[in-house]
């Protein structure tokens, strides 16, 4: 078992940063890859980056790449979401999840992942 906590959602303006924490327990964090989705309500939850079990690579949905990073601490059983330039269409709630295999072609498919975080709202005002 793996429990997932994530932290440090807000409000915050059109144009700002803001950095999301999962922090892990449980099971050894270092042999998940670990994922990162939102999702609005009333609609799917969406996949939006994922870093690998040693944190040497990354894959990034289309609509933010090149403005959110994630990266990892397995030292702390952490995982981070640096999220900048964000947009109103960023508003969501996001969750991190692991899954013990980075190499999968359904890295984006929710099914993916065994254990989820209960999620923290990100809200982006314009």
């Known amino acids: 078992q793996v429990q997932l906590v994530e932290s440090g959602g807000g409000l915050v303006q059109a144009g700002d940063s803001l950095r999301l924490s999962c922090a892990a327990s449980?099971?050894?964090?270092?042999?998940?890859?670990m994922g990162w989705f939102r999702q609005v309500l009333g609609k799917e939850r969406e996949f939006v980056a994922q870093?690998?079990?040693?944190?040497?690579?990354?894959r990034y949905a289309d609509s933010v790449k090149g403005r959110f990073t994630t990266s990892r601490d397995n030292a702390e059983n952490t995982v981070y979401l640096q999220m900048s330039s964000l947009k109103p269409e960023d508003t969501a709630v996001y969750y991190c999840?692991?899954?013990?295999?980075?190499?999968?072609?359904?890295?984006?498919?929710?099914?993916?992942?065994?254990?989820w975080g209960q999620g923290t709202q990100v809200t982006v005002s314009s």
């Open positions: 999840a692991a899954t013990p295999n980075y190499y999968s072609d359904a890295y984006d498919y929710t099914f993916q992942y065994n254990y």
């Open positions: 870093i690998s079990q040693s944190g040497l690579n990354t």
């Open positions: 449980g099971r050894a964090f270092s042999t998940y890859a």
